[in-house]
């Protein structure tokens, strides 16, 4: 198994260009989440899904769009990026939202937003 | 809400020291905790977790022990190696919520 799978793993953005950040995983796994990452700032939850066709809003979502149309792939768009949205982007999944199952991790995408 | 605080870092440690990061909790219900860990450039790995009260999770070394009276969850180990440098992060899942709550993280360095 791969695992969780990000790509890119570095990207340079000028203000207002739009991405999508690519998260595919091989589990089987029903639960798929993104989080940006900032130093002093821990994990913050953008979006999350519960399985495919079904996603809701995290902690920070403004900005970003998801889509879950297969069990495998959960893309995170940029609309418009933003320098504030220069950050370190994990994707993680777990088996289920059941609380004992853990997440596991994608290796991030580092993104700069010029 | 469900919170989580861990202590701040950065903490630095000789090897073979003891190692204790505090993480303290506020929730509803019966969450499960967590301990992950980051190494420099790499995404989180679970370390440890205990989804009921007085379960101690271990891995490595590490142990952390799950205290519903003082909702805590510190994270020990007796002693520590270089390699042991990284960030580690408390987290809860509650019992009724999807969600995957993160403190902010420990950065630790282990001297030789």
């Known amino acids: 198994n791969a695992g969780v799978t990000q790509t890119p793993k570095f990207q340079v953005l000028k203000t207002g260009q739009s991405m999508t950040l690519q998260c595919a995983q091989d589990?089987?796994?029903?639960?798929m989440s993104w989080y940006r990452q900032d130093p002093g700032m821990g994990l913050r939850l953008i979006h999350y899904?519960?399985?495919?066709?079904?996603?809701d809003q995290g902690e920070v979502p403004n900005g970003y769009n998801v889509s879950r149309s297969t069990t495998e792939d959960f893309p995170l768009r940029l609309l418009s990026a933003a320098p504030s949205q220069t950050s370190v982007y994990f994707c993680?999944?777990?088996?289920?939202?059941?609380?004992?199952?853990?997440?596991?991790f994608g290796p991030g995408t580092r993104l700069t937003v010029l | 809400g469900n919170s989580v605080t861990q202590m701040e870092g950065p903490v630095t440690l000789s090897e073979e020291a003891f190692l204790t990061i505090n993480c303290t909790y506020t929730?509803?219900?019966?969450?499960?905790l967590f301990w992950y860990v980051q190494y420099p450039g790499e995404g989180l790995q679970l370390l440890l977790k205990?989804?009921?009260?007085?379960d101690k999770g271990s891995n490595k070394g590490f142990e952390a022990t799950y205290r519903k009276e003082t909702t805590s969850f510190h994270l020990e180990k007796g002693s520590v190696q270089v390699s042991d440098s990284a960030v580690y992060f408390c987290?809860?899942?509650?019992?009724?919520?999807?969600?995957?709550?993160f403190g902010k993280g420990t950065r630790l360095h282990i001297l030789p």
């Open positions: 899904s519960v399985g495919a066709g079904i996603t």
């Open positions: 929730a509803t219900g019966y969450p499960s």
């Open positions: 589990m089987n796994h029903e639960y």
């Open positions: 993680a999944s777990s088996k289920s939202g059941q609380a004992g199952d853990e997440q596991f």
């Open positions: 987290a809860l899942r509650g019992n009724r919520d999807d969600k995957i709550i």
């Open positions: 205990a989804t009921k009260a007085d």
